[in-house]
């Protein structure tokens, strides 16, 4: 008789229970290995990056020799019963307020090459007559101090450029790419916080483009603790690279409540690099006074959307000479997209000055290409030019009231109130309804409406006919040109009723 070997039956409760163990097992090695993990991280010390990174940040020291005063001031105001006192204490002193004093102030800064290029805040040397700068000693190396010269300063970004004379090639640290930090990244502030030497702090990156005053502001902000005197450090990330430089705090009192301002390395090395070839900047100069794309002026403009950045002045420069003009909004500048004024004021600024690039404007419904050469921006404001041809006068007519604003051309004695040139030309805004759209948006007496429509206005009747244009065109608003003490912006009003 033949035996006949016959596998064991398995059932499906068998091989579930099979597979929940498998997975059991695997979860349990995943996690000890991941708290191993974890522990390693926990116990994972800075201090080798510091170390490599520290021969690099310097101590600023500047004096500033400031002229005496004649008097006690300081102490007392000036005519108080007590200020002859004060000056008979002063005199028996031997105090002469007469006698230029010293005044030192402390800050920090950065090498960024061997032969001894140093980058720190422009605030931090301003107007100082000494420099000293102090290397950070390492384990047992005496501390070694050096005078710097101003090789150039950029108040615009806060960033100055010096440089020492050093025996022999110095360490330095590299910029790194700010636009690849992202929020939550780890970063180590170096410096000289508060006068006590050298220092270091970490923290993580909490935003990032942040803006302040400047129109080429760029910051990070960060956590990691920022006091006064880090002013001109390195704001690290961990692969050592400075992706910013630390300027400003935001504080009640005057401390670290862990709000701090760094300049992006990206807007640094920008600045650092002409200062280095020049002694000063050159920024690219369009020539354009620019405002914001709101939506109601998109929809009058017959803009999908807003987006761009519209010119509401055209004075002499490139982009009158190129052809732009006063309504176009740039919707891209030398093959980048244009989302608002601040971002085409930095890229503008970036551009080499004499490079020509071609700005694609909306015009009339459609667009246009327009190739314009940059001019330097600093010539620019140190001319200060801004000259507009006007059009022919218009004849006086009555007062009417139109979108909320009781309105009149031009007359001469109008001209003389307002402090006008004797050509201007417009329709002034004698009085605004609180009640109205116009008053919310901040029409005043004595605006000057110079457009309605993206035309020129000189009579009431062009304003009427530009309304009825608009609402032809199937538009809800109505876009005007608006100048008060001579500054222009646009405002767009509903024309429903």
């Known amino acids: 008789m033949q035996s006949v070997a016959r596998s064991k039956s398995v059932t499906p409760n068998d091989a579930a229970a099979k597979v929940r163990l498998m997975w059991l097992a695997l979860l349990s090695v995943l996690f000890v290995l991941a708290q191993t993990l974890v522990a390693q991280a926990r116990n994972e010390s800075l201090a080798p990056l510091a170390e490599q990174i520290s021969p690099a940040v310097v101590n600023i020291t500047t004096t500033t020799l400031i002229e005496g005063q004649a008097g006690p001031q300081g102490i007392v105001p000036e005519g108080s019963p007590f200020e002859d006192f004060f000056r008979e204490f002063q005199d028996r002193n031997g105090e002469d307020e007469d006698r230029p004093r010293r005044s030192n102030a402390l800050g920090s800064g950065f090498v960024i090459s061997?032969?001894?290029?140093?980058?720190?805040?422009?605030?931090?040397?301003?107007?100082?007559?000494?420099?000293?700068?102090?290397?950070?000693?390492?384990?047992?190396?005496?501390?070694?101090?050096?005078?710097?010269?101003?090789?150039?300063?950029?108040?615009?970004?806060?960033?100055?450029?010096?440089?020492v004379e050093a025996s022999g090639p110095l360490q330095y640290v590299t910029f790194g790419n700010s636009d690849t930090a992202r929020v939550g990244d780890w970063v180590i502030a170096m410096g000289n916080p508060l006068g006590q030497g050298f220092s270091v702090s970490a923290g993580i990156v909490s935003a990032r483009n942040r803006e302040l005053s400047?129109?080429?502001?760029?910051?990070?902000?960060?956590?990691?603790?920022?006091?006064?005197?880090?002013?001109?450090?390195p704001l690290f990330n961990m692969n050592g690279e400075v992706i910013g430089v630390n300027t400003a705090i935001l504080s009640p009192n005057g401390g670290s409540i862990g709000i701090g301002f760094s300049m992006a390395s990206n807007v640094v090395v920008k600045v650092v690099d002409q200062l280095r070839e020049f002694g000063e900047t050159r920024r690219g100069w369009l020539g354009v006074r620019i405002q914001d794309v709101t939506e109601d002026m998109a929809e009058a403009m017959g803009l999908e959307k807003p987006g761009g950045a519209l010119i509401s002045d055209v004075p002499d420069g490139p982009a009158k000479d190129a052809g732009l003009l006063a309504g176009d909004v740039i919707l891209s500048f030398d093959g980048v997209e244009v989302n608002d004024t601040r971002g085409l004021v930095r890229q503008v600024g970036e551009t080499t000055v004499g490079k020509s690039v071609r700005v694609v404007v909306h015009r009339d419904g459609g667009t246009q290409t327009v190739l314009v050469t940059l001019g330097r921006r600093e010539d620019a404001e140190r001319a200060e030019n801004g000259v507009e041809d006007e059009p022919d006068a218009a004849p006086a007519e009555e007062n009417k009231d139109i979108l909320g604003l009781t309105i009149s051309p031009l007359t001469d004695a109008l001209r003389d109130d307002l402090g006008l040139d004797a050509?201007?030309?417009?329709?002034?805004?004698?009085?605004?309804?609180?009640?109205?759209?116009?008053?919310s948006k901040g029409l005043r007496a004595g605006d000057v409406i110079t457009e309605a429509g993206q035309q020129k206005v000189v009579s009431i009747d062009d304003l009427e006919a530009r309304m009825e244009e608009a609402r032809e065109a199937g538009r809800k608003s109505l876009l005007l040109l608006v100048r008060r003490g001579g500054e222009p912006r646009f405002v767009a009003l509903s024309l429903e009723e």
Not at 121 to 150: M, S, W, Y
């Open 214 to 233: 400047g129109s080429y502001d760029d910051y990070i902000q960060t956590d990691a603790a920022i006091n006064r005197g880090n002013s001109g450090g």
């Open 423 to 439: 050509d201007a030309q417009g329709l002034v805004v004698t009085n605004v309804d609180e009640s109205s759209e116009a008053f």
């Open 114 to 163: 061997e032969d001894g290029y140093i980058v720190t805040n422009n605030h931090v040397i301003a107007e100082a007559d000494e420099i000293l700068i102090e290397f950070f000693p390492g384990q047992g190396q005496p501390k070694k101090e050096l005078p710097a010269t101003v090789v150039g300063t950029d108040e615009k970004t806060d960033i100055a450029l010096l440089k």
